[in-house]
C-alpha cells in the first residue's frame, strides 16, 4: 500500500517538476504564473457531541481546534498540451481535548472526533499533509493525478471537520461536446479528515480498523448532459474491487413558475456485489457489507442494495421550502467509500449526524430556509431540517429513528473582515438503531487570497 502512494505522489511530483521545467525554458509558460491562484483559509472548529443514551463511554466527545487550508492552483502552460500543478496543504492544531473527551477505544488505530489520537489514546497536538496534483490539458480534456477532492454521485469527499477528506488518485474529465460533461478515473487511497495518513478503501461492515478489509482500486465513470437549461440527466458508475459495483441514475430540474421556482432532484442507485463479497469464502475472509441478515442466511453480508429518492424545493423570495422521501430496499445497507474515519454518502438523508441509510428504511425529509437578505441583512441565512427514518429491518423488529438539525450562518459583507464567516449548526438524533445524540458546532472562518 505504502509502495503504491509512494507512486502516485512521485508521478504528481514529476508532472510538477516538468511543468516548472516548461515555466524556466519558455515564455509560452506565461498562462502556467498568470492564471496561477492561490488562498490560504483559516478554520476554527468546535464540536461538542453528548451521548444521552447508555452508561458505555463516551458520554460526551468534546475538541476545539484551528485549521490551515493553504491551497494553490496553477494555471496551464500555453500551446496545444497544456501541463499546470495544484497543490494543497493542510494543518490542524490542538486548542483543546482531553482523553475523555477525545475517546478512541481503539487507540492510534482511527482518530477521535476532530484529532488523530496517539499510542496512549490521547489527541495529538497537531496533524497535516501535503497533497501535490499535477494535471495536463488538451482542448476541453483535462487530466488529473494526485490529490482529489471528488464531488460525483458515487463518491463525495467529506468536509464536516475541521479539515476536509482527501483522496489519491487520477481522473479525466471532458467537455469537448456542448452540454455533455464526462469523467473517469481510479481512486486508490483516502485520507481522512482527522489523519495524515493514506488508508485503503473500504465500506461500512468491512472497515475494523484492526480486522477489517481494505482494497486500492476504485473504478469510476459517467457524466452529466443538460437535455435543456434547465434539465440535467445524470449518469454514473462506481466499482470498490472485492465488495461492490454500483450504477447511478439522476435527473434535476428547474422550473420558473409564475410564482416562485420549483426544484426536482431525482436520485435512484442500484447496487450488487463484487469480487470477494460475492462468495461466502470472500465474505468469512472479512470482505462484509453492513445489513440485516438472518444469521444461517447463505447471504449473509453480501450487498445487495436499491435505494431511490425524490427531493422537491419550492422558493420565493428569501423562503426556500423542501420535501422529500427516500426508500431503501435489499438486505444490505447503501454503500459507499467508508474508511470508518468520517465519510459522505450522495444521498438526501446524508445530514448532519445521520445518514438514514440502513437495510429497508424509508424516509421522509422536510426541510425550511431562509435568507434574511430580503429583510437587510445580507449575508445572514438560517435553515431547519427534520428526517423521519421507520421500517429498518432487524431480526427482533423494524425500527425507527428521526433527527432534527437546525443552521444559523452569517458572512460579513463590509469592513477590514469582509468575509468573515460564521456558523452554528445544532442537530439531535433519537433512534431505535443508534445511541440517541445532540450535538453543536461552531465554525469561523476566513479566506485569504494570496494570488
Keep these: 500500500m505504502k509502495s503504491r502512494t509512494r507512486e502516485l505522489s512521485s508521478l504528481a511530483v514529476s508532472i510538477a517538476v516538468a511543468s516548472l521545467g516548461l515555466v524556466a525554458q519558455s515564455v509560452s509558460a506565461a498562462g502556467f504564473i498568470e492564471d496561477s491562484k492561490a488562498s490560504l483559509t483559516l478554520r476554527n472548529f468546535y464540536i ?10 463516551p458520554s460526551k466527545q468534546e ?45 492510534a488505530s482511527y482518530g477521535g472526533t476532530v484529532f488523530p489520537t496517539d499510542n496512549d489514546g490521547h489527541a495529538k497536538d497537531d496533524f497535516g499533509s501535503l497533497g501535490v496534483t499535477g494535471k495536463v490539458r488538451l482542448s476541453k480534456t483535462e487530466a488529473r493525478i494526485g490529490t482529489l477532492l471528488p ?35 481510479q481512486l486508490e487511497h483516502a485520507k481522512g479528515r482527522n489523519s495524515s495518513d493514506a488508508r485503503g478503501l473500504s465500506i461500512a461492515g468491512a472497515n475494523n480498523a484492526r480486522s477489517g478489509q ?32 454500483q450504477h447511478f441514475l439522476g435527473l434535476t430540474h428547474n422550473w420558473a413558475l409564475p410564482v416562485g421556482a420549483l426544484k426536482s432532484d431525482l436520485r435512484y442507485f442500484y447496487s450488487d456485489s463484487d469480487g470477494r463479497n460475492a462468495s461466502a469464502a470472500g465474505r468469512a475472509e472479512g470482505f462484509r457489507s453492513s445489513g440485516n ?79 434574511f437578505a430580503k429583510l437587510g441583512v445580507p449575508g445572514l441565512k438560517a435553515i431547519a431540517t427534520y428526517l423521519k427514518g421507520s421500517n429498518i429491518e432487524t431480526q427482533a ?43 453543536n458546532r461552531l465554525i469561523l472562518s476566513y479566506t485569504l487570497t494570496l494570488l
Design 397 to 439: 423488529s423494524d425500527q425507527g429513528e428521526w433527527e432534527r438539525d437546525f443552521r444559523l450562518d452569517y458572512v460579513l459583507q463590509e469592513g477590514p473582515l469582509k468575509g468573515l464567516g460564521f456558523s452554528w449548526r445544532n442537530a439531535s438524533l433519537r433512534s431505535d438503531a443508534v445511541r440517541d445524540q445532540d450535538e
Design 293 to 371: 441478515w438472518a444469521a444461517n442466511d447463505p447471504d449473509r453480508f453480501e450487498v445487495d442494495n436499491r435505494t431511490w429518492s425524490a427531493f422537491f424545493t419550492y422558493s420565493l423570495g428569501g423562503h426556500a421550502a423542501s420535501l422529500g422521501y427516500q426508500q431503501v430496499s435489499g438486505d444490505s445497507a447503501f454503500p459507499f467509500l467508508n474508511q470508518g474515519d468520517g465519510a459522505t454518502a450522495y444521498l438526501i438523508t446524508d445530514r448532519q449526524i445521520g445518514k438514514f441509510l440502513s437495510a429497508g428504511e424509508r424516509t421522509w425529509v422536510a426541510e425550511y430556509g431562509y435568507d
Design 151 to 185: 464531488k460525483l454521485p458515487v463518491v463525495t469527499y467529506n468536509d464536516g471537520r475541521l479539515l476536509p477528506q482527501t483522496f489519491e488518485g487520477g481522473q479525466i474529465t471532458s467537455n469537448e461536446f456542448a452540454g455533455l460533461t464526462l469523467l473517469a478515473g
Design 63 to 107: 475538541e476545539w481546534g484551528q485549521g490551515f487550508l493553504l491551497n494553490y492552483q496553477s494555471g496551464f502552460t500555453e500551446g496545444t498540451v497544456g501541463v499546470g500543478v495544484d497543490a494543497l496543504g493542510l494543518l490542524g492544531v490542538k486548542l483543546d481535548s482531553g482523553k475523555g473527551r477525545h475517546y478512541n477505544p481503539t487507540s
Design 48 to 57: 461538542n457531541s453528548d451521548n444521552r443514551q447508555f452508561v458505555d463511554a
Design 214 to 245: 481494505f482494497v486500492n482500486k476504485f473504478y469510476f465513470a459517467g457524466g452529466d448532459y443538460k437535455v435543456t437549461d434547465d434539465l440535467t440527466a445524470q449518469y454514473y458508475y462506481g466499482n470498490l474491487e472485492d465488495f461492490y459495483k
